[in-house]
Each structure stands twice: as structure tokens, then as C-alpha cells.
């Protein structure tokens, strides 16, 4: 129970000593219309009973709680006025209504806005039209701010004419509080616009059309020292400003040119600080160096979003990263075997030492998601697969396609986990002869990690010896012949009995293979027995053990990959995730996660 609470004499004088009151409340009247379109400007639709939207006034709530509800009614995002994903770190504040609205519920309310500088840093030009009227809300906004940094957002075409008269009537007042500025679309006149100083200015979003212009100047003056965070959508250009504090680039739906005088180019070089850049559904077309053109050592994350493979692999020859950075494909064209073996992303991946790698087969999109790691890095993204033959299985008489999973160039990998969903009538699996070229690349391999239903076909591609190579007798040593332990992902005893089943690994004396250690690992929250004894004893000749897991197991991934860093790189979600839940491919119906 709250108690009444006298507000604090000092939220009066607030009201007090602000003059032109008329002047202020006639602004505010027009901040709190609902904003609609620029054909028909919110100021001219009529609004009934805003003020109502509250039922019972609490004036009994204490300022402290008050001003943490203000700050929270304008730190959403409002549906619609900011259209698809941005690489910054903060959401935009909503601009006018909702602080303007705060001031007019009841007097205490304006005396707890008006004490509330967090609720006036968002400030947005305005329409042209009424821009005298938004001229005088943005110095109105200036002032209730008091000392701290201001936002600048243009989120609508009709706001971004006449930039450079407002920035001009605002001054220094302004331009040297900038914080931030959200500029989509820019205005035809942005160089004129953005033609002052910005010591404070750390994020910059900017967007057009894919205009054709050249850009000679750097914009700001050539002085935002502190800019960290730099978004580009839909431009053909980048701004030619020295970025000495720039940690975050991202363009999205560019045109951009790469070549040793390029914008993009020049841009990353005047970056040393650079630590995360994205591509997101860009094209970048040059002529292709015999060197790259730009090495970015500071760089740890590096994203490509639904990208086309020609296009990254141009890029990733024209700009070399450090051996610390992790790269991750989402939403990209399917990598294939040839890809990661030319010479742009060659010059990554063979640099590095890799010793862990994940390999998992998605029948619902007919992929294989690899991920590799070492300490300080990883490589994530989606191979294509390739159907070897279609056959009848052992278990059944469902007819069957072999898949044959990517090829890939990890020679140093120690640790390999190799999974599948559980879905026995998947029309889908990996082929034994597609694992065993794989896992002839891996003769460093000492630990396997595997699920209890696809545990014969991985055994079968490690029974055979190395196939022959250029017409030589064929290789007698065994596949990974450094491999000491193997670890089996089970939900239920009843997946080692259908793996040891009447056509399973019971009858078939060839897959035998001497493990130092062969672990079973039940997977947490499922029904069922779990004991730690089974018929794999027998099979491996006692020398099984059985764990209960309290935790999804997961391969272990460095320390950039397990943190959420912005809306581009959200932590990398395991292969083992909902590992063991039926799965059914939309072909075959599908249905719904269930336990078995």
C-alpha cells in the first residue's frame, strides 16, 4: 500500500521559472497529437480525450517511481517508425507525444516531467510546414534536457527537408550536445546539413535511396572524434571522415565500390578501433587485389547477413581480418566446398589453428550448419549438401537419401560433434561414405561426440580403412588414429537399445573399434530409463560409462561467441539445443516437439 506523499516543494519551482508558459503549452498541445502521414499532419486531426487515456490520476506515487515510469513510457520503440534491424546499441526514444502528453495529466505529473531531463533528449526536426512550431520544441526540449547529450531523429521524408536551416537556427547549443543522430532518409542538402562540428556525436545512422552522388568532403567537418557506431543503409557511398574511436560499421542493402580509393576502403582504414562489422544484403564490386587492401587487426566479429557467395568472397580478398575475429553467415547463400577454398576465404581459415568443430544436418532446409572453433575465434555458417544415393535403410523399408556433408579444410580439429535430429522417418541422413571423407581430413581427432541414432552410420565410416589415392594399395591404418574417446548423446536407455536393435551395431563385428573411453551422456528433460548399464557393455567390452546431465551439452565456443553483442550477432545458439525431440520435415507432416 502506497502512502500519499507530498510532492517535493523543489517540482514546483520547476514550473515557475519557465516562461512564456502560453508559448510552451500551445507547443505541447501540438506535440500530443498522434502522428498519421505527411499528407494529413497530426496537428490537423482531431484527437478526443487524450487526457482521458489515464482513468484515476496516482498522485500519491513517489517522484523516484514516477520518473522511472517516464523514462520507461519513452524508451520503446513505437510499431512502424523504424523499419527493419539496426546495428546500434540503444533504441530511439519516442519524440514528442508521449512527453509532451505527461505535462498535461496534472500538475504534478508536469512538475515530475519538467525534473526529468531524460524525458526531453530526443529531439526530431519536425514537419516543414509547422517547422517554427518544432523550432521552438526543439529549444524547449534543449533547455528540460538541461546538461545532458541530445538525439536527433529524422524518421519520416517530410522531416528531412530544410536540415540545414534547423541545424543552422539551433547552433552550437545543439550540434554540441549530439549524442546521436537518426537520419532516414537523408535530405538532398545533408552535406550542407551536416556541415558543423560534432565533439559529442558517438552513433550515426544514416539512409537513402541509393542515390548516385559523390562525397568529396567528410562530413561534420571532418571532426566527430567520438563516433563509435556507424550505420549505412541503402548508400552508394561512405563518409570520408577519420574515425579514430569507430568500433561498430554496418551497411545494409549498399552499392558500395571496393577498390584501393573507394569510400568503403578508406572508411576502414581511418577505423583502427574497428571491433564489429556487417554486411546485410549488399553489393560490393571491385576489381580483385593480388593483396588485400585493408588488414583490420582490431576486428573480433564479423557478420555476413543473406549475402551472395561471389560478392564475400571478392570482399574477404580485398579485406584481411585478424586472427581473433570469429565470422558468422546467417540468412546467406549456402556455402560450398569450393567456396571456403578459394582464395579470399582460404586466406581466414587456413591461418588458423582450429581444434573443435560441430557439424549438424537440417532436413527441413537441407543444410549441414558447421561451426568451428578454436580459443580466441569461430567460423559459423550453412553448407549445401550433396545427395550421394537414395537407398533402403536397415531399419525400415522407408526409402532413404544419403547425404554427403561438406568437405571441409579443419586438419588441427581435436573435437568433432557430429549431430542429427532425432526423427527415425526422416527421408534424410549422413552417409557413411560422406563421414568418412570428412573424417579422413581429421587425423588429429581425439574426442567424437555423436547421438545414439546415428552412432552406426558414424561407427561404419571410421571401421573402413583409407580409401586409395591415386591408383597406391589402400591405407591399412585406421581413420583417426589418434581418436581415444567417444561420447554418445542419448535421451533414454531406448536409444541405445534401438542402436544395438536386430539390424543395428549387435550384429555387425566390423564396427568394433577399442575406445580409451566411451562415455553415455543422457540428455536432460526427458522421461524414461536411464540406467548406467546397457547391452554398448558387451559392445565395447565393458568399458562404457554413464552420465546424467543436468545441462545441454554444448561444444565450448570463445568467449565473443557465448555474449550477445548487438542485434547482429546474438550468442551463437548450440547444435545440441532441442537435440532429441522428434522433428518432422513439412513434407513428411509435420508436427509438433515431442518427448520420447
Not at 197 to 204: F, G, K, M, T
Not at 278 to 286: A, C, I, K, N
Request: glycine share 4%; aromatic share 8%.
Amino acid at each position: 500500500m502506497l502512502l500519499h506523499l507530498q510532492p517535493p516543494r523543489s517540482l514546483w519551482t520547476s514550473i515557475a521559472s519557465e516562461t512564456d508558459l502560453s508559448s510552451r503549452y500551445e507547443v505541447e498541445e501540438m506535440l500530443a497529437q498522434p502522428e498519421t502521414n505527411e499528407s494529413e499532419p497530426a496537428w490537423l486531426v482531431p484527437t478526443y480525450g487524450y487526457r482521458n487515456d489515464i482513468a484515476v490520476v496516482q498522485n500519491d506515487l513517489p517522484a523516484e517511481l514516477l520518473q522511472a515510469i517516464f523514462k520507461y513510457s519513452v524508451s520503446r520503440r513505437y510499431a512502424g517508425d523504424y523499419i527493419g534491424k539496426d546495428l546500434l546499441p540503444w533504441e530511439f526514444p519516442m519524440v514528442g507525444r508521449i512527453q509532451a502528453t505527461l505535462t498535461m495529466v496534472c500538475k504534478y505529473w508536469r512538475a515530475v516531467a519538467l525534473n526529468t531531463p531524460e524525458l526531453w533528449t530526443a529531439i526530431s526536426p519536425g514537419w516543414m510546414d509547422r517547422r517554427d512550431v518544432f523550432d521552438r520544441a526543439a529549444l524547449m526540449f534543449l533547455e528540460r534536457a538541461r546538461h545532458l547529450p541530445v538525439n536527433i531523429i529524422v524518421d519520416k521524408p517530410g522531416k528531412a527537408r530544410g536540415l540545414d536551416d534547423f541545424f543552422r537556427k539551433m547552433g552550437p547549443q545543439l550540434t554540441s550536445r549530439l549524442r546521436s543522430i537518426y537520419c532516414r532518409p537523408l535530405c538532398d542538402t545533408f552535406d550542407w546539413a551536416f556541415d558543423f562540428s560534432a565533439p559529442c556525436l558517438e552513433s550515426l545512422s544514416l539512409q537513402e535511396d541509393n542515390v548516385v552522388r559523390v562525397v568529396d568532403l567528410p562530413l561534420f567537418q571532418g571532426h566527430t572524434p567520438k563516433l563509435r557506431y556507424l550505420s549505412l543503409t541503402a548508400m552508394n557511398w561512405a563518409p570520408r571522415n577519420h574515425a579514430p574511436s569507430l568500433t561498430h560499421l554496418h551497411l545494409r542493402m549498399c552499392a558500395q565500390s571496393v577498390d584501393g580509393r573507394s569510400d568503403l576502403i578508406t572508411l576502414l582504414r581511418s577505423a583502427p578501433a574497428l571491433t564489429d562489422l556487417v554486411f546485410s544484403v549488399s553489393l560490393l564490386v571491385g576489381s580483385t587485389p593480388d593483396v588485400p587492401y585493408v588488414h583490420l587487426s582490431t576486428l573480433r566479429r564479423l557478420t555476413f547477413d543473406a549475402m551472395q557467395r561471389d560478392v564475400v568472397c571478392e570482399l574477404m580478398k580485398a579485406v584481411s581480418v585478424s586472427k581473433d575475429a570469429s565470422i558468422r553467415f546467417q540468412g546467406s547463400q549456402s556455402l560450398t566446398d569450393e567456396m571456403i577454398t578459394s582464395s579470399g576465404p582460404q586466406l581466414y581459415l587456413a591461418n588458423r589453428s582450429w581444434t573443435r568443430m560441430s557439424i549438424k544436418f537440417d532436413p527441413t532446409e537441407t543444410l549441414c550448419s558447421v561451426v568451428v572453433a578454436d580459443t580466441s575465434a569461430a567460423f559459423s555458417g550453412d553448407f549445401a549438401v550433396v545427395i550421394e544415393h537414395r537407398d533402403y535403410h536397415r531399419y525400415n523399408e522407408r526409402a532413404r537419401l544419403w547425404i554427403r556433408p561438406p568437405q571441409l579444410p579443419f586438419q588441427g580439429v581435436r573435437e568433432c560433434w557430429i549431430i542429427e535430429n532425432n526423427d527415425h522417418d526422416s527421408m534424410y541422413t549422413f552417409a557413411a561414405t560422406g563421414l568418412r571423407g570428412m573424417l579422413e581430413g581429421l587425423s588429429d581427432l581425439e574426442t567424437l561426440v555423436v547421438c545414439a541414432w546415428n552412432c552406426e552410420v558414424v561407427l561404419d565410416a571410421l571401421s573402413a580403412p583409407n580409401e586409395p589415392r591415386n591408383g597406391a594399395d589402400v591405407d591399412a591404418r585406421p581413420i583417426c588414429p589418434k581418436l581415444k574417446t567417444l561420447s554418445i548423446l542419448a535421451t533414454s536407455v531406448r536409444d541405445l537399445d534401438r542402436a544395438l536393435g536386430i539390424h543395428g551395431l549387435r550384429d555387425r563385428d566390423e564396427l568394433r573399434r577399442d575406445f580409451e573411453r566411451v562415455v553415455v551422456s543422457y540428455l536432460p528433460g526427458f522421461h524414461g530409463p536411464r540406467p548406467h548399464a546397457s547391452q554398448l557393455d558387451e559392445f565395447f567390452h565393458g568399458t562404457v560409462e554413464y552420465v546424467d546431465l543436468v545441462e545441454c551439452p554444448a561444444m565450448e565456443l570463445p568467449e565473443a561467441c557465448t555474449t550477445e553483442a548487438h542485434v547482429y550477432w546474438p550468442k551463437w545458439t548450440p547444435h545440441t539445443v532441442g537435440l532429441g525431440r522428434i522433428t518432422r520435415v513439412k513434407s513428411l507432416g509435420m508436427r509438433g516437439p515431442l518427448d520420447i
